[in-house]
């Protein structure tokens, strides 16, 4: 069976207008409390919810299924086997041929499970289908969809047999899987199989996005995911701060279109200075700079070492260039400190400064002394971030001067909040932890790219697959998109989050003209 939807569908929600609310990223906690107070203090039965929940799962499923097809539901104890009973009940009376695996047996369903699987077997009766209650695996050849509905976001445990058997011999099976609400044996809130999990095609989401369907093995566990909505009321959902972000194009290029003024000038239209480049690495603010300049800003400036002028003339002749010291000098030192601080102060703007700027001990005092003294927004990139290391009070005494926003990959976060930060939970704690006690925006790269603003309380996940930008050159390009989107917004989060999303576009937009691997330069 297709996915029910595509990365496409998604970001056609996104375009049209999405609910803020559709986009938050739920941990268990925070699902259970919200299922909680909707039905103590709003007075919404939870056996209402579970009825709502499988409705609209089933409505998604009829999209691809039609009478006479077979679906097998493996079920558990708890809620999640209640949302497969009602799904099964729906589709038997729409003409699905039903068959249940309960693989914990029949005894010991929660009270709301209990109950449906009881109108599952009376519906049987009274319309005269025939539902086939499994007391061990079988051949599921012949199948045209497998109903995941053992575990739900509560497991927190490894899986253990016979369930984890059972688990392997699904995803062997061949048989497209369909999970609910989180596939089995993946962690809520980490996205870490618990020893074994479902591998689905498809994922459907209640009432809010599970974050583990966005973190660690979550994305490649839970296929395409799809949310169905339940009535929440949103006043419980302040709770939830993760969001994704929102992949709307119009929206994002629309900051980059301010009309200028009639009295504008080059230098109060968007101006970005690009602070980087050392023997070896001349193309990696070229890129940057570049990049930012495609965004049609004022002016964008290249501040570089003097040494390599000619290297720098032919690689970015739109660009306008400020050589710091003299023709021997190839590498960024402390005495380019001053000329490089009039060179902001005359022409203030976006500074970026690291890419390819090297990592000698007098490039890096340099880079120490360009952030404790520049002003106004700054993007540290690439290995002007090595500098940073143990200067968190460096950092918080620049971030009260304007916004900062680092862009670290997953090495080079766990260099600067000296944590561990192999998985996706533990970067997204070290990047919010890190901006929390920094005041500076993080925008940690990898799979999701994690944005976090401790300015404006935000954390942001990308909803897509980011390793199409694990090239080399990419970073460059992103540091220059940002820089630009942030000479158009005072916030640092919507900057980044905008930068983000309009790669994604551009990256899309490239590879439908009939280039599959886009490079750097396609971006400039």
Not at 21 to 38: F, G, K, N, V, W
Not at 220 to 238: E, Q
Request: with cysteine; hydrophobic share 35%.
């Amino acid at each position: 069976m297709p996915g029910l939807t595509d990365h496409t569908r998604y970001t056609s929600m996104q375009n049209s207008g999405i609910n803020h609310y559709d986009l938050l990223l739920a941990t268990a906690a925070q699902s259970r409390e919200i299922d909680r107070l909707t039905i103590e203090e709003l007075g919404l039965p939870g056996e209402t919810l579970m009825e709502i929940a499988g409705s609209r799962a089933a409505d998604l499923l009829k999209e691809k299924l039609i009478p006479g097809d077979s679906v097998l539901f493996v079920c558990g104890k708890g809620n999640n086997a209640g949302d497969a009973f009602v799904i099964a009940r729906l589709l038997t009376d729409y003409g699905i041929h039903a068959a249940i695996y309960p693989v914990m047996g029949t005894d010991g369903f929660s009270d709301d499970a209990q109950k449906n699987y009881d109108r599952l077997l009376k519906l049987a009766g009274i319309s005269g289908k025939k539902i086939a209650v499994w007391q061990d695996w079988q051949d599921p050849s012949g199948f045209d969809l497998i109903v995941d509905g053992i575990f739900g976001t509560g497991i927190d445990k490894e899986v253990r047999q016979p369930v984890s058997d059972i688990i392997g011999k699904m995803n062997r099976s061949g048989i497209p899987v369909c999970a609910l609400d989180i596939p089995s044996g993946i962690h809520c809130d980490t996205g870490r199989t618990l020893g074994t999990a479902v591998r689905a095609e498809t994922t459907i989401q209640f009432g809010l996005n599970k974050l583990g369907c966005y973190l660690g093995d979550g994305p490649d566990c839970a296929g395409t995911r799809v949310l169905a909505s339940l009535p929440f009321p949103n006043r419980y959902k302040h709770s939830v701060s993760v969001r994704l972000a929102e992949m709307n194009r119009e929206a994002t290029e629309a900051l980059l279109h301010t009309p200028p003024s009639r009295r504008s000038h080059k230098y109060n239209n968007g101006v970005v200075h690009v602070i980087g480049g050392s023997p070896g690495l001349t193309g990696a603010p070229a890129y940057t700079a570049r990049a930012a300049w495609t965004l049609g800003l004022g002016a964008v400036s290249l501040i570089h070492p003097a040494g390599w002028q000619t290297a720098a003339t032919l690689e970015t002749p739109s660009i306008i260039r400020y050589p710091a010291g003299g023709d021997t000098d190839h590498h960024f030192t402390p005495d380019h400190i001053e000329q490089v601080l009039n060179t902001l102060r005359e022409k203030p703007g976006v500074a970026v400064i690291g890419p390819g700027i090297g990592r000698n001990e007098g490039t890096m005092a340099f880079c120490r002394e360009i952030i404790r003294r520049s002003e106004g927004p700054l993007v540290i990139d690439a290995d002007a971030l090595r500098c940073l290391a143990g200067a968190g009070a460096l950092l918080k005494e620049r971030s009260e001067k304007g916004p900062v926003v680092l862009t670290p990959h997953p090495g080079e976060l766990k260099a600067l909040t000296d944590t561990g930060s192999g998985d996706d939970s533990d970067r997204l704690r070290a990047a919010i932890s890190y901006s929390e006690s920094t005041g500076a925006t993080v925008l940690a790269k990898g799979n999701p790219v994690i944005v976090h603003s401790a300015e404006e309380k935000k954390t942001i996940l990308t909803p897509y697959d980011s390793t199409i930008f694990a090239r080399a050159g990419f970073g460059d390009i992103l540091a220059g998109n940002l820089a630009a989107f942030l000479s158009r917004t005072s916030q640092p989060s919507r900057g980044s989050e905008a930068a983000l999303v309009y790669g994604y576009h551009k990256w899309n937009e490239i590879v439908s003209r009939g280039k599959p691997f886009p490079e750097p330069s396609d971006f400039t």
